[in-house]
């Protein structure tokens, strides 16, 4: 069965550090990528998507993800990180042409000033 | 607006009483989801209806779960007879195509008592 692992549940950085959440993919075929962002009682942002083409996808609010087909992995990256950016953030894989979304456990994100 | 929609934002009920949730979409977009957040279960596909085709219900956790999209907009989750294991909160998603990504509301926050 498909499945999405985010193996950090919390994750601590310092204003202005960069920052690397790891999200590793089972399915059988290229699938869809995405990360959200999700603060207290809000519903999900999207910050990027891989559908094909460059592997190296931009999203809003600074982020990057690289899509590595040989490790199954989708990183979001962001080189320098705001406190605004503490949330919960999740990876998800799309099926069958992008829906159905199935979603990792999430990462929480804290920013220490 | 100019986002998804989703009313109530809160709703409290007493264990056995019906329940019913409803989701306005963005305007234009064919392709509704719902999708269950839970503590125990994280985020959990409901449902899919795309146009005027067959919904995929093949997410729904029981019987006792059904939705409908009317006039292809709007869209109602009901729940029948609710149990505490149905406490979570309910997102809604809509996309342009089923292929696009999805902009999700800010969710309905169901509690049984």
């Known amino acids: 069965a498909q499945s999405v692992t985010q193996p950090d549940i919390h994750i601590t950085v310092s204003e202005g550090a960069s920052l690397e959440l790891r999200c590793n993919y089972s399915y059988g075929a290229t699938p869809y990528l995405f990360w959200y962002v999700q603060s207290p009682g809000q519903g999900l942002q999207l910050l990027l998507k891989?559908?094909?083409?460059?592997?190296l996808v931009q999203g809003i609010k600074g982020f990057e993800a690289e899509f590595k087909r040989s490790q199954s992995s989708f990183n979001l990256r962001k080189p320098s990180v705001h406190w605004s950016d503490a949330a919960e953030y999740f990876c998800a894989v799309g099926l069958e042409y992008g829906n159905k979304l199935v979603f990792g456990a999430g990462t929480i994100l804290r920013v220490k000033s | 607006g100019a986002g998804v929609s989703q009313s109530p934002s809160n709703k409290v009920t007493e264990k056995g009483k019906d329940v019913e949730l409803r989701c306005d979409p963005i305007s234009g977009h064919t392709a509704l989801y719902w999708y269950r957040q839970s503590l125990g279960q994280g985020l959990e596909f409901l449902i899919y209806?795309?146009?005027?085709?067959?919904?995929?219900k093949s997410g729904l956790p029981s019987d006792r779960f059904s939705a409908e999209r009317t006039g292809g907009s709007v869209s109602t989750l009901t729940i029948q007879r609710t149990q505490q294991e149905d406490s979570a909160v309910y997102l809604c998603?809509?996309?342009?195509?089923?292929?696009?990504?999805?902009?999700f509301g800010d969710g309905t926050r169901l509690s049984i008592l």
């Open positions: 998603a809509s996309s342009l195509e089923a292929d696009q990504p999805q902009h």
């Open positions: 209806f795309q146009g005027n085709s067959a919904p995929d």
């Open positions: 891989y559908f094909s083409g460059d592997t």
